[in-house]
């Protein structure tokens, strides 16, 4: 089997959905089907085909390697039967349960809240809008075929960005993109107005670096999934995603291609020790810069931007490829490391102290397999797993399709420790006793196998399904998928679950969790429909792949 286990279909042969399907999806939502007649979307280019002084420009100029409509033309391998299952009736419960938590701005939809829970004492910011957390609807909608609360979504958020960014005292870049917004009605003037949140109002104060990125690649998803070319090339897409990455690839005092973060920054939007270089925002920043990359004109203010790019790019995939990439052979390597080394020759770069390697990893590492580590700076390696940044490395081909496979091979082999009875832990292992009390400051909603401390999270289902389909194991994601649907809808859409293998309901999980709803309804349409995958994920490009391959893990 080739590395992704997936072969592209020729751009001029099209499958509507009954095609693809036995069934009508279509009809089971209740919905409309989707219009696959649309104009051809961009594709990924090459960085080989965007030397620096390329001169064509403008999004136009290039076809697709895909089929119309953002259709990715992804064929699902002879064991991905489309007879495999048959529609759920979770499916249509979903669909209501994500339409009640739309909210409107002057009458047209602009997002989802994060939780409609009414049982809950505490309301406190589960009312609002969030960027990360909307970015599994708008993918259900855009699967669907009702691209336009999308679009509304993009263009308040980009509007919200021009704001000016103030904490106390402190104005934040111009690029920075809301966490959270809120439309507040009044019913007596009958005016609708926005209230934006950019870390102030935040438990701990942090600002979301990953909100800009999920705007970039869900910009992308919506012109692939659309064929819509004019939204990215409006002066204000563009600008927008100029003053996100200029913050991103301003030059300073860091010596690492990585972007510098701080504890609370994405995701895990708690102190969780995941300060420095975090696997996710680099796997994000990653992908951002490849869709930005994509939807940037060539114009006299996007050429250098995409000069920078193309330079930090190169620069990343080395770095996290040979640096952060850890498997049985690169382990032994670590144990075997010599400290204090001085000079370009040293091979313990980051200065890591062998007795640092915690027990756990000797007995989880298997000897087929591998996986991002959590973070690497200096004299630190996070060895745990995150679930998120691996997946979105294997979506945005930051990891080789060799990598891809060794991830998947790992999930496999440690199904209990990571996918357990709900899918997915967020992280692995929980951090406990002592360690816990200094790194999360004794954080009680962080205990652990709780939230963000090793807690299981039913919206990454939807990552986990693509990257199955991505590396052609569709199978593993039917598996996690049969799981989730034996508990989900019956425990109304919990946000996390608690314990070693995700039996219990997250002590302060929410109920009717937006993206956990929204996730399932992803993760089922992708797998019925593998054509999907082509809006969230990118092919490998040639140029950036490593010199050396490491261990015999990564051949599959």
């Known amino acids: 089997m080739d590395g992704y286990g997936l072969g592209l279909r020729n751009v001029s042969s099209h499958c509507s959905i009954s095609e693809m399907d036995d069934y009508d999806l279509s009809r089971l939502l209740d919905k409309p089907k989707l219009n696959i007649e649309r104009q051809r979307s961009f594709d990924e280019r090459s960085l080989s085909e965007l030397s620096i002084g390329l001169a064509r420009g403008g999004l136009d100029n290039f076809e697709s390697s895909y089929s119309p409509g953002g259709r990715s033309g992804f064929d699902t391998p002879a064991s991905s039967s489309r007879n495999s299952f048959e529609p759920h009736p979770m499916i249509a419960e979903a669909w209501e349960a994500l339409r009640r938590s739309m909210v409107y701005f002057r009458g047209q939809p602009v997002g989802t809240i994060a939780a409609y829970d009414h049982a809950s004492e505490e309301v406190l910011n589960y009312d609002q809008v969030f960027v990360r957390d909307f970015v599994p609807s708008a993918l259900a909608f855009l699967m669907n075929g009702e691209p336009d609360i999308v679009k509304n979504f993009l263009l308040k958020t980009l509007q919200l960005q021009g704001w000016e960014k103030r904490i106390d005292r402190f104005k934040l870049g111009e690029g920075a993109m809301p966490a959270s917004f809120k439309v507040l009605h009044d019913p007596v003037r009958k005016t609708d107005t926005v209230a934006a949140d950019f870390g102030e109002s935040a438990i701990g104060r942090v600002a979301p670096v990953d909100s800009g990125f999920w705007w970039i ?28 990455l200029t913050l991103c690839l301003s030059e300073g005092f860091d010596t690492f291609p990585t ?44 050429k250098e931007c995409i000069e920078r790019i193309v330079k930090r790019l190169h620069a ?29 020759t040293a091979v313990n770069k980051f200065n890591v102290i062998p007795d640092s390697i915690p027990e756990w990893v000797f007995d989880f590492m298997p000897t087929r397999g591998g996986y991002f580590v959590g973070n690497v700076s200096p004299a630190r390696m996070d060895f745990r797993w995150f679930a998120l940044g691996n997946c979105v490395a294997i979506l945005a081909s930051l990891a080789t399709p060799e990598q891809s496979m060794a991830i998947m091979d790992l999930i496999e082999s440690r199904w209990e420790e990571l996918v357990g009875e709900m899918p997915l832990k967020i992280s ?32 990454l289902l939807w990552l986990l399904t693509a990257a199955c389909i991505k590396t052609g194991r569709p199978q593993i994601a039917r598996r996690a998928i049969e799981l989730a649907e034996s508990r989900l809808l019956k425990d109304s859409w919990p946000e996390y679950y608690d314990g070693k293998l995700g039996r219990y309901i997250g002590k302060q999980a929410r ?40 261990s015999s893990s990564w051949t599959c």
């Open 316 to 344: 990343l995939s080395y770095h996290m490829r040979s640096y952060f990439w850890l498997d049985f052979q690169q382990l032994n390597d670590i144990y075997r490391y010599k400290t204090e080394e001085y000079s370009h």
């Open 259 to 302: 972007l510098l973060c701080a504890d609370g920054c994405s995701m895990i939007d708690r102190r969780m020790g995941i300060y420095g270089y975090p696997i996710e925002i680099q796997a994000l920043f990653f992908m951002a810069l490849r869709c930005a990359l994509a939807m940037l004109k060539h114009d006299a203010e996007g």
């Open 511 to 550: 109920k009717y969790q937006t993206w956990s709803i929204a996730g399932y309804l992803v993760a089922k349409m992708m797998l019925e429909d593998p054509s999907h995958l082509g809006m969230i994920s990118l092919e490998e490009d040639k140029q950036m792949k490593p010199l050396i391959k490491r």
């Open 428 to 459: 692995y292992p929980a951090i406990e006793s002592h360690e816990w009390r200094i790194i999360t400051g004794c954080d009680p909603k962080n205990t652990r196998w709780s939230y963000h401390n090793g807690g299981s999270w039913p919206v």
């Open 217 to 244: 690649i869900l910009l992308r998803a919506y012109t692939k999934s659309t064929g819509d070319l004019s939204l990215a090339e409006t002066s204000e897409c563009q600008k927008g995603m100029r003053l996100i």
